[in-house]
């Protein structure tokens, strides 16, 4: 493995699994639409001119028109409603939760026409039982409103991965700075429509906690993932999902002093244990079809 590898996974691993704890910062004083809208939008004015200069097949109205389309379900409601979530949720359960994405990913293949295989059906029903042990614990059963959020957020950023794969899309970056920058739009405008204010005053740490998600989250943490899509395997550039819960339980502990329950502690390990087991049978049905 390269140097260069090794940074791109160890970035994807850390910081991607403290975006939903600078998240919990940010909104503080930040309505979650409108720090969610700005967030992306400095984030495609950062990565904008390195998109323009990197060479790139011609731009089609209708791969405009496609990013726009995603930004709805991967921004909009998936980011926004995960920031809504982080309102009242902690960095630890909520990372936790959105490990559950692959399995809600399969599930959206099967109904878009796809055939679920038999360990894809086992998966998603030991990520069933995590999550089921998940939602009992007090967090979620005194707030329901954090949980429709997340679950609402889990969905949409699901299936926004999925229709992806079946739209024609620019490749790298290009992609990627467009999708921002449409989704921080309609974001702004989701955030005018529900009379979201300006705030007065920002404190340095939800000021700090959105700059954070703007180069780091957004910036160099996808940045580095478009590095390893084009030079890893699939299995190994997606491993942020058994690495982001156990690090978002660890920040969330140590920077926000969030209590970890015993319940969210076996949820994450059967959740893990679900994407060890959808990830391992995709490996496996791959060799097999290949061979």
Do not use: H
């Amino acid at each position: 493995m390269s140097p260069f590898v090794a940074l791109c996974l160890l970035i994807t691993y850390v910081v991607w699994g403290t975006t939903y704890l600078a998240a919990r910062f940010a909104v503080v004083d930040l309505p979650p639409f409108l720090m969610m809208g700005t967030r992306f939008l400095a984030a495609a004015a950062l990565l904008s001119p390195l998109a323009i200069l990197r060479p790139r097949a011609r731009l089609s109205w209708r791969q405009a028109r496609n990013c726009a389309l995603i930004s709805v379900f991967l921004l909009v409601g998936g980011m926004g409603m995960a920031a809504v979530g982080a309102q009242t949720i902690s960095a630890g359960a909520g990372t936790v939760m959105f490990a559950t994405v692959p399995m809600f990913a399969t599930l959206w293949t099967v109904l878009m026409g796809g055939r679920l295989r038999s360990y894809e059906a086992g998966a998603i029903a030991l990520g069933s039982v995590g999550i089921a042990v998940l939602v009992q614990s007090a967090e979620f059963s005194t707030n329901p409103g954090g949980l429709l959020a997340l679950a609402t957020a889990i969905t949409s950023w699901s299936f926004g991965t999925q229709l992806s794969k079946r739209i024609d899309l620019p490749r790298g970056l290009m992609g990627f700075v467009l999708q921002m920058a449409f989704g921080g739009v309609l974001l702004m405008l989701v955030s005018f429509v529900l009379g979201e204010a300006w705030p007065r005053y920002v404190g340095l740490p939800s000021a700090f906690a959105w700059g954070y998600l703007v180069v780091f989250g957004s910036a160099i943490g996808f940045s580095a993932y478009l590095a390893l899509v084009e030079r890893v395997s699939s299995v190994m550039a997606t491993s942020y999902a058994y690495v982001n819960p156990l690090v978002g339980l660890l920040m969330g502990s140590w920077l926000a002093n969030e209590r970890v329950a015993p319940q969210t502690l076996w949820a994450t390990a059967i959740i893990l244990g679900a994407v060890v087991v959808l990830t391992v049978g995709a490996t496996l049905a791959a060799r097999g079809a290949a061979a």
